[in-house]
């Protein structure tokens, strides 16, 4: 057996001395990686690069999902706006057009009070008259 040659108890420390699994040490071409070759060590590093990899898909899933709730808030607030604005120019008119019919209220109550008082001296002239 040659020294150079690995067998499956044979631990691949990454050149900075992490123990981060060297995946291209085990999986080559002509010789396929199978879970046995691996410590426990390994399968942890593994585990724990699997997980960040999903980790770092569920975060890019949340940001996504975020920049739609985000872009749905904007176009649901833009609706409001519009919609504000319409209702607050309605108010404005409608308040012209309650100022516009009390003004003619007024004027009716005016007219009725001044029709009273003529028909009230009408019927007092009357009255005058008839007591003589």
Known sequence: ?????????????????????????????????AINQLNVDDLDAWLEQIRERRLQKVKQLEALAKVKSDEAMLVTWLKFEKTYKTARRALQRLDEQEKKTEAILHKCRLLAMAAQLEVGQEESEDADESVC
């Open 1 to 33: 057996m040659r020294a150079e040659e690995e067998n499956e108890t044979t631990h691949v420390v990454s050149p900075d001395g992490m123990n981060d699994v060297d995946v291209d040490a085990y999986d080559t071409p002509t010789r396929r990686a």
